[in-house]
């Protein structure tokens, strides 16, 4: 699964238990699994995250952290994934209203631009080709950078009425595709773009997204988008891995959780990374923080990414954008 997007992990991160017991069916009743205070106390050095290629030949982090205004936004937590964590990859949106306090914790870690990763996107009332040319320069003055690494359009949808949404799609992508030719924007994408919008920006476009970000998490597992991402080049990559929390009540996520001595996130998170998936957890909690990046010391056996593979129930925690024209 993973060799789809070419991404490689190193074999020198294997699992760190031996236990030889198979994960046992759902029985209504939640088995133990480790506590957030046990998770922080494993042995933990900053790793950095493994890369996965773009289309365009650049190495996009398979992880990263997410800084959405929901649940509020920290300066430390930032401060700390960068300098504690080892997290190089920050993801971000001018709707989360959070630019220039981020600009401020990156600067403040002391972390080169030139190793980062940053991730921002195009709110739909920016929609239309002057517009968005002008939102995308004013970020960047926002966040005190000169480029984004990667930059999307935010949702199929625009605000302004008056064209088509395809009409204004095509104008605002053409906006991106200049801003990206111009070095603005190191690579150029979408979220939560299904087939039917992807398809005719395809016809409308001269550079294909680099990037699709989409819900993705147990109970909504989009695989049909997600093939059809792979085949046209478009890196898949998975906001939302914890379905906001609703991971931590399922029986299945807890007994896999016990079988590594691994926390129901760190399941989730490494199941996405498994599948191939950009992942973008977040957290403003720096314990929190800490847990959601010690992914890369084990690996779910076949057996459970299956078992994990078999709750999608196409539930949405976030937006819906199939009614989307």
Request: glycine share 8%.
């Amino acid at each position: 699964m993973l060799m789809l997007l070419g991404w490689k992990e190193d074999k020198t991160h294997k699992n760190t238990h031996k236990n030889t017991h198979k994960t046992k069916p759902a029985t209504g009743k939640s088995p133990p699994t480790l506590s957030l205070h046990i998770a922080a106390q494993m042995s933990f050095a900053p790793v950095l995250s493994p890369t996965v290629p773009l289309s365009n030949g650049l190495q996009i982090p398979i992880f990263g952290l997410g800084t959405s205004h929901f649940g509020g936004y920290s300066h430390d937590s930032i401060v700390y994934a960068l300098t504690e964590c080892g997290v190089r990859h920050i993801d971000t949106a001018k709707r989360y209203g959070c630019e220039e306090k981020l600009g401020k914790a990156i600067r403040e870690s002391g972390i080169p631009r030139s190793d980062l990763w940053l991730t921002n996107k195009l709110w739909p009332g920016d929609y239309g080709y002057k517009a968005a040319k002008k939102a995308c320069l004013e970020s960047c003055s926002q966040m005190g950078v000169d480029y984004f690494d990667l930059y999307l359009v935010h949702w199929p949808e625009p605000l302004q009425p008056g064209s088509s949404n395809r009409e204004m799609r095509a104008e605002t992508w053409r906006a991106l595709e200049e801003l990206y030719k111009e070095g603005v924007c190191r690579a150029i994408g979408v979220s939560n773009f299904l087939v039917h919008h992807l398809e005719p920006l395809k016809e409308d476009c001269s550079v294909v997204p680099h990037v699709n970000q989409m819900e993705y998490h147990p109970f909504q597992q989009p695989n049909h988008l997600k093939d059809y991402c792979h085949r046209e080049g478009i890196v898949f990559e998975g906001y939302s891995p914890l379905a906001k929390g609703q991971v931590f009540s399922e029986p299945t996520i807890l007994q896999i959780a016990e079988k590594y001595r691994r926390t129901p996130a760190q399941v989730c998170i490494r199941w996405s990374i498994q599948n191939g998936a950009i992942t973008i957890p977040k957290s403003t909690k720096k314990e929190r923080v800490l847990e959601n990046c010690q992914v890369f010391g084990f690996q779910l056996e076949e057996e459970d990414m299956e078992a994990i593979n078999k709750l999608h129930d196409g539930r949405h925690v976030s937006w819906d954008p199939t009614n989307v024209e």
